[in-house]
């Protein structure tokens, strides 16, 4: 596996001449698409074919993030003891198996609301053990120098997916239901697993004697003392914590306060539609924004904009063509921050962290930044029925300008080139690697 690439003064050749990155790419891609497929069909298998009731929907979407608040600390630990490639290809193979089963369910008329359940649930947990794999996994083949630009690439397949994905879902759906266009899901993920079947195989972090010497609580202590005494882990996953609090409490009432200000169906999805082609240019810019401004600048940037955004939907009133026009402008705002903010958290995370300690700091970040989201949707609907909707959106945006305070008066703001650590970063070196 490549550990990085020397430094020279030349240009490095495009990711996409290389076999293993390009092979990464081409699967996850293909995921990525998929699981839009899903995302859609799911829910609507659920809706229009096993007639859920409101209680049941809500459910069938908590179940897909819940593993990560169950198990994701655990997976974490575990992760750090053995080779990650592995682990991804079972999982993918265990979430195409398992989605399999809801077509073939429907062809021999078995199908209910408690196996959609355990499918998503079962998708939901490989979806954790693969994520913090991956993540894992990246450092190493691609090399932590250009972890940003492959992150950013990916970002891109990621934002391109959410905005042909749910059309590509529609034609589906519409041309053989629900339950069949999975099949498209199933061999995304077949697909994937071919893939990196096709990566170079890595080694366990450390010696299996030394990991289990230490328990499973200690080990997890490890990857927040990580986070906790890096400066550069410290601030990001701080203000990543708190933008995703204050962004769940948004997501909260969003669409109850469209409809709210009298937007009909149409019009919300314009501006869903809108937001999802700011997501897909932020990920397109995010490399050359980031290499013209520098990491620091840009993640807070990417912490700015949602409040702008949210201050533009407070600001609506009535569902006018100017209004619908404000707030789709504001959605695109919102969303062009989105890929900025992924990449360069996510590539923070992957540079400053020891390999063997990859797994548990990325499933410790991931779990309160996923959790305080959760939270933070309870906390906004509970303002929401309390103060109305107009204050709650206003919180949001108050919010999302403290995240970027917090990296404002933080080294991360010093910070050009994840490939350059800052100088702040330099004294707890010593103590990752002794962690490690």
């Given at each position: 596996m490549n550990t990085g690439t020397a430094t020279t003064g030349a240009?490095?050749?495009?990711?996409?001449r290389q076999r293993d990155f390009l092979l990464l790419f081409t699967g996850q891609t293909s995921s990525l698409f998929g699981s839009q497929i899903t995302y859609v069909a799911v829910p609507l298998t659920a809706v229009l074919l096993l007639q859920a009731t409101p209680f049941e929907a809500g459910v069938l979407?908590?179940?897909?993030?819940?593993?990560?608040?169950?198990?994701?600390?655990?997976?974490?630990?575990?992760?750090?003891?053995?080779?990650?490639?592995?682990?991804?290809?079972?999982?993918?193979v265990v979430r195409a198996v398992a989605l399999a089963w809801i077509p073939i369910a429907h062809v021999l008329g078995i199908l209910n609301i408690a196996q959609l359940f355990a499918v998503v649930f079962v998708v939901g947990t490989m979806t954790v053990f693969f994520d913090i794999a991956i993540q894992s996994y990246a450092p190493g083949l691609i090399g932590r120098d250009r972890l940003p630009e492959a992150n950013g690439k990916l970002q891109i397949s990621d934002s391109?997916?959410?905005?042909?994905?749910?059309?590509?879902?529609?034609?589906?759906?519409?041309?053989l239901g629900a339950p069949a266009a999975i099949v498209v899901d199933v061999a995304t993920y077949v697909l994937s697993s071919i893939t990196v079947i096709g990566l170079p195989a890595d080694k366990a972090p450390e010696s299996e004697a030394a990991a289990e010497s230490r328990s499973i609580r200690?080990?997890?202590?490890?990857?927040?003392?990580?986070?906790?005494?890096?400066?550069?882990?410290?601030?990001?996953?701080?203000?990543?914590?708190?933008?995703?609090?204050?962004s769940g409490g948004l997501m909260a009432v969003f669409f109850l306060y469209l409809v709210h200000v009298g937007m009909g169906a149409a019009q919300v999805g314009?501006?869903?539609?809108?937001?999802?082609?700011?997501?897909?240019?932020?990920?397109?810019?995010?490399?050359?924004?980031?290499?013209?401004?520098?990491?620091?600048?840009?993640l807070i940037l990417s912490m700015v904009l949602p409040g702008l955004g949210y201050l533009v939907l407070a600001a609506v009133k009535g569902n006018s063509a100017a209004a619908v026009a404000a707030v789709a402008a504001g959605s695109f705002i919102v969303q062009f921050g989105v890929p900025i903010y992924n990449v360069n958290v996510m590539s923070f995370r992957q540079v400053y962290t020891p390999d063997g300690l990859l797994g548990r700091v990325t499933a410790t970040a991931r779990t309160g930044i996923l959790g305080s989201y959760a939270v933070g949707s309870l906390l906004g609907g509970a303002l929401g029925s309390a103060a109305g909707l107009r204050p709650?959106?206003?919180?949001?945006?108050?919010?999302?300008?403290?995240?970027?305070?917090?990296?404002?008066?933080?080294?991360?703001?010093?910070?050009?080139?994840?490939?350059?650590?800052?100088?702040?970063?330099?004294?707890?070196?010593?103590?990752?690697?002794?962690?490690?």
């Open positions: 240009k490095p050749p495009s990711l996409f979407g908590a179940l897909g993030m819940l593993p990560f608040l169950l198990f994701g600390l655990f997976v974490g630990v575990w992760l750090d003891r053995r080779a990650r490639r592995p682990v991804m290809i079972v999982a993918d391109a997916a959410q905005v042909a994905g749910p059309g590509a879902a529609g034609v589906l759906i519409s041309a200690a080990s997890i202590r490890e990857g927040f003392a990580v986070i906790g005494k890096n400066p550069m882990l410290r601030w990001t996953t701080a203000a990543a914590v708190t933008i995703n609090l204050f314009l501006i869903v539609a809108i937001g999802s082609a700011g997501a897909l240019a932020g990920a397109l810019l995010t490399e050359r924004l980031t290499g013209r401004f520098g990491v620091g600048s840009m709650t959106v206003l919180v949001a945006a108050a919010g999302t300008f403290a995240a970027a305070l917090i990296l404002l008066v933080s080294p991360v703001r010093a910070v050009r080139r994840l490939n350059d650590p800052s100088p702040e970063a330099e004294p707890d070196t010593a103590v990752q690697d002794q962690t490690s």
